[in-house]
T-cell receptor, first 112, second 111 residues
Framework: DSGVTQTPKHLITATGQRVTLRCSPR?????VYWYQQSLDQGLQFLIQ???????AKGNILERFSAQQFPDLHSELNLSSLELGDSALYFC???????????FGNGTRLTVT | LAKTTQPISMDSYEGQEVNITCSHN???????ITWYQQFPSQGPRFIIQ???TKVTNEVASLFIPADRKSSTLSLPRVSLSDTAVYYC????????????FGAGTRLFVKA
């Protein structure tokens, strides 16, 4: 158990809808990262927060947004969903910017 | 941000030592090298991290030559459960920190 909690585990929704994925980092970790992994694809870095502030951005679509709250949990919002957004979405956390990442078990999003 | 190159796949047999090499020619002075393991439908799991020379923990060793342009993850006596994808990452906290995963190396351990 990595200590990173992601909810929900599974999510099935229709095209055009909006969903929110939630992540609780390990206790004491200040940095949160979001990744997308499509079937048989690599991990695509989306965005990183450190202590509530956006620190780095990857290839995150404009339809996607995220934030990290004062209690350090994070949410990833996906809107106007398309079939191609179906993927595993992982959250990871680390205590410092250069520390190893600890990943949650992911949220499997299926867009129909 | 240093780009990494790893073999796409490797095969091994149970009980053998496996060495996976990662090239990172453009590694910067402040960059660390980190390896992760990922099983299907699970999040990656941290294996080992190093900056230079050799690092060893209970599951693996990491060898980094003096020029730091490559690194080798060594898994002693692999078992079937070591079949997974292994990622090499290089990054630092200077100029905005991005943890970019490459394609990784698919290790298949046979009985």
């Amino acid at each position: 158990d990595s200590g990173v909690t992601q909810t929900p585990k599974h999510l099935i929704t229709a095209t055009g809808q909006r969903v929110t994925l939630r992540c609780s980092p390990r206790s004491g970790d200040l940095s949160v990262y979001w990744y997308q992994q499509s079937l048989d694809q690599g991990l695509q870095f989306l965005i990183q927060y450190y202590n509530g502030e956006e620190r780095a951005k990857g290839n995150i679509l404009e339809r996607f947004s995220a934030q990290q709250f004062p209690d350090l949990h994070s949410e990833l919002n996906l809107s106007s969903l398309e079939l191609g957004d179906s993927a595993l979405y992982f959250c990871a956390s680390s205590v410092r910017l250069n520390s190893p990442l600890h990943f949650g078990n992911g949220t499997r999003l299926t867009v129909t | 941000l240093a780009k990494t190159t790893q073999p796409i796949s490797m095969d091994s047999y149970e009980g053998q030592e496996v060495n996976i090499t990662c090239s990172h020619n453009n590694i910067a002075t402040n960059d660390y090298i980190t390896w992760y393991q990922q099983f299907p439908s699970q999040g990656p799991r941290f294996i080992i991290q190093g900056y230079k020379t050799k690092v060893t923990n209970e599951v693996a060793s990491l060898f980094i030559p003096a020029d730091r342009k490559s690194s080798t993850l060594s898994l002693p006596r692999v078992s079937l459960s070591d079949t997974a994808v292994y990622y090499c990452l290089v990054g630092s906290n200077t100029g905005g920190f991005k943890t970019i995963f490459g394609a990784g190396t698919r290790l298949f351990v046979k009985a």
